[in-house]
């Protein structure tokens, strides 16, 4: 049986919630917050610095960041998608400032509102300026997989992101399959290609449920090449407002009990998920989320 601790970063308040139709109080999602880490949770992306009239649903980032207070051995990430963001974000005292560019040019235009190159000449000194104000960082790379709207995702493609990153000093890269696409063999390509120039330790990998593969095999092909960073979210809930046909989150009810089965600790209290799935339906109008389809 294999062993060792692996780090869930929970993403239901941040990427969970960002499409959802019904905008959740800041409240909601302060008590949300508080119960994750009543569960265990240490790391939690909370929040985003987009525009709020792109994403309505984080237009309160600094009241929840406020509300869910700095506290000993919690990490808040908070999403950063260019200098407006950054300046709001180093207003608060957020500990994880993640910036996102897509290894889809067709995707980064619709999410950033400017091409991947445009991104990557313009990314490197809002890391180090973020590095300069004491902020750990985490450079994501969205559909490092697969896109629904430009199609296949060349390794070097993501490869181009990750270096860039790598070169701005972040302290790690994820790889987000953002709309569900990757298959065994297209993760693997993939993840051959970055693994030759980063170590696991350095890199997290951030899925969404697709209906081509179970989604447990691209986890245990992670476990397998060594990389123990995984996102999820509570009942799988999001999605992305900026790619037709983006699948729910990797649903943490389901990575808990796989992880646990096969020796590694999470710190997570799995009991308490399903508590936190009524409350987060109940913050949605739409009763228990524990139920729902997402995948």
């Known amino acids: 049986m294999e062993s060792g601790q692996v780090t869930l970063v929970d993403v239901t308040l941040r990427d969970g919630l960002q499409d959802q139709p019904r905008v959740v109080s800041t409240e909601d999602k302060v008590m949300l917050a508080e119960l994750l880490v009543q569960a265990g949770y240490r790391e939690l992306e909370v929040t985003s610095f987009m525009r709020p009239d792109w994403i309505p649903q984080t237009a309160d980032a600094e009241r929840v960041l406020k509300g869910f207070s700095s506290r000993p051995g919690v990490q808040r990430h908070v999403l950063v998608p260019n200098r407006r963001g950054l300046d709001r974000a180093l207003t608060t005292d957020a500990e994880v400032l993640t910036f996102v560019i897509s290894a889809s040019t067709a995707h980064n235009q619709r999410n950033l509102n400017r091409t991947t190159d445009e991104s990557l000449a313009q990314v490197a000194p809002l890391i180090e300026e973020a590095k300069r104000a004491g902020k750990w960082v985490r450079g994501t ?49 993939v993840m051959e290609r970055v693994l030759d120039g980063l170590s696991p330790g350095m890199l997290g990998l951030h899925l969404h449920e697709g209906a081509a593969v179970s989604i447990l095999t691209i986890v245990q092909q992670a476990l397998d090449m060594g990389l123990r960073v995984f996102d999820s979210a509570i009942a799988g809930l999001g999605g992305c407002p900026f790619a037709p046909g983006a699948k729910g989150n990797l649903k943490a009810e389901r990575l808990i009990p796989y992880l646990e089965a096969r020796g590694f600790a999470t710190g997570i209290d799995s009991g308490q998920l399903p508590t936190i799935a009524l409350t987060l339906g109940m913050a949605l109008g739409d009763g228990p989320l524990v139920t729902r389809r997402t995948s």
């Open 141 to 189: 790379v969205s559909t490092a997989f697969g896109c629904t709207i430009q199609g296949p995702i060349a390794p070097n493609a993501v490869w181009m992101v990750v270096d860039r990153y790598l070169e701005a000093g972040v302290d790690q890269v994820c790889l987000a399959d953002t709309v569900g696409l990757a298959t065994p063999k297209g993760f693997n390509e």
